[in-house]
């Protein structure tokens, strides 16, 4: 049988909810998927018992960090600063929790994906790829975020909406129903997606923009104002093709966190 890679300390910390975690300590030397050293006797973060943190895998958790509940972290993820992750929520894969994010409910987050600042991320969302969600982001319902998708700022996700590619949503976006985001496309302001609206390519929706029904965008539009589209295509000439948005000029730069 493979031999634990960590143990239960004596440092307690009892939670508002009564949960009482316990910190971790390294049993032995091992590498972590970026190349980092986990010493033999490192102190990491809380875990409420050992079916929060995998024993076999690189997986760690740094800091004051948490895993509780049914959570799990396993592969070679990484949970660290103040993150949490609660209730049935897994991480696992590459993926890195960080900052001050929660995750929980049913949240997976895998492979390559990121979650960071404030953000929370919830119910059945799934964020995988190389995917970052960051800032004070609520993602909830059945939302997918994938490939190198950057979902930032005061952003709202419900519903079943998928975002991928290289979608980049920011500031007080709100997207809903089934709605798809993708190719290079950029949302900003106050804008808006819901229902089976896709937007793709090179579209940059700003301002009380608002795309729904089946709204179909792509091309070099640039929608802002109080402009809706519903139930209608908007296309015009662009360079790429609406799926990738390869020739659109580069994406805003996301912001960090303090």
């Avoid at 660290?80 to 929790?97: H, P």
Wanted: proline share 2%.
């Amino acid at each position: 049988m493979p031999s634990n890679r960590y143990e239960l300390t004596n440092s307690l910390l009892q939670l508002p909810s009564g949960v009482v975690l316990r910190r971790i300590r390294a049993l032995e030397s091992f590498t972590l998927a970026g190349g980092s050293m986990i010493a033999r006797g490192t102190i990491g973060g809380f875990v409420e018992s050992a079916r929060n943190l995998d024993q076999s895998g690189n997986a760690w958790i740094f800091d004051d960090a948490k895993a509780y509940d049914q959570s799990r972290v396993s592969g070679s993820a990484i949970l660290r600063n103040s993150a949490q992750i609660f209730d049935r929520a897994l991480v696992y894969g590459n993926a890195m929790i960080e900052q001050r994010s929660l995750v929980y409910g049913d949240a997976r987050i895998l492979e390559n994906a990121r979650i960071g600042c404030d953000a929370q991320v919830r119910d059945f969302v799934k964020c995988y790829g190389s995917a970052t969600v960051t800032g004070n982001v609520f993602a909830g319902g059945q939302a997918r975020i994938s490939g190198s998708a950057i979902v930032s700022g005061n952003v709202t996700i419900e519903g079943q909406p998928r975002i991928y590619g290289h979608a980049c949503l920011m500031d007080d976006v709100w997207i809903g129903g089934e709605a798809r985001i993708f190719g290079r496309a950029v949302m900003m302001g106050r804008a808006r997606a819901d229902a089976e609206s896709r937007i793709s390519g090179c579209v940059v929706m700003k301002d009380d923009a608002y795309a729904t029904n089946r709204a179909i965008l792509y091309g070099a539009l640039l929608l802002d104002s109080n402009i809706t589209i519903a139930g209608c295509e908007l296309v015009t000439n662009c360079a790429d093709d609406k799926e990738t948005g390869n020739d659109c000029p580069e994406r805003p730069p996301v912001t960090g966190c303090v």
